[in-house]
């Protein structure tokens, strides 16, 4: 049982730096966005990160349904260590999903490629003139984005590693 329980931490520890691979190319393409000034550069950058969609989702999934399984093998689901970071993780998605997700989903839009509106992906519409979308760019929030997702992040490693509850 140990044995099938450290290699279920590997796994849910492993699936967390796939998930910060993959979601690590949107996070600094957002920042990059707020430079570029020419559309199909744009576009290319908006296609580059959504190539990473299925990564970061399958990762998240496998990090999920490990952590799961091992806080109950390890007999956590007790201790207030292994909620609070189910909590910060499942909070970070939906302010993400919310906050993130719709903004480059609009842009994408209005530069006249496929985008995605509540989980449906729509087919292009014509695009937008270039300084519309530039306005739309300038209202994204990467910092914002950076710090709750990090921050997330750090808090759910040091509860892991710590245990302080």
């Known amino acids: 049982m140990a044995s099938l329980y450290l290699w279920l931490k590997f796994i849910h520890v492993l699936a967390g730096f796939f998930f910060l691979l993959g979601h690590g190319v949107a996070?600094?393409?957002s920042f990059r966005l707020k430079q570029e000034k020419e559309a199909e550069r744009i576009k290319a950058m908006l296609d580059l990160s959504a190539t990473t969609w299925p990564v970061m989702m399958l990762s998240l999934l496998v990090l999920l349904v490990a952590g799961i399984i091992t806080a109950f093998m390890g007999r956590w689901w007790g201790t207030g260590?292994?909620?609070a970071s189910l909590v910060i993780l499942l909070g970070q998605a939906v302010w993400m999903f919310a906050a993130g997700g719709p903004?480059?989903?609009?842009?994408r839009r209005m530069l006249g490629q496929p985008y995605n509106l509540n989980?449906?992906?729509k087919?292009?519409?014509?695009?937008?003139p270039l300084e519309e979308v530039l306005a739309a760019i300038a209202k994204t929030r990467p910092m914002e984005m950076?710090?709750?997702g990090l921050g997330g992040f750090v808090a759910i490693v040091w509860l892991m590693?710590?245990?302080p509850f």
């Open 119 to 121: 989980g449906n992906w």
């Open 103 to 107: 903004s480059y989903h609009s842009i």
């Open 27 to 29: 996070v600094f393409l």
């Open 146 to 148: 950076l710090v709750i």
């Open 123 to 128: 087919a292009p519409e014509p695009p937008r």
């Open 161 to 163: 590693m710590f245990k």
């Open 81 to 83: 260590w292994v909620w």
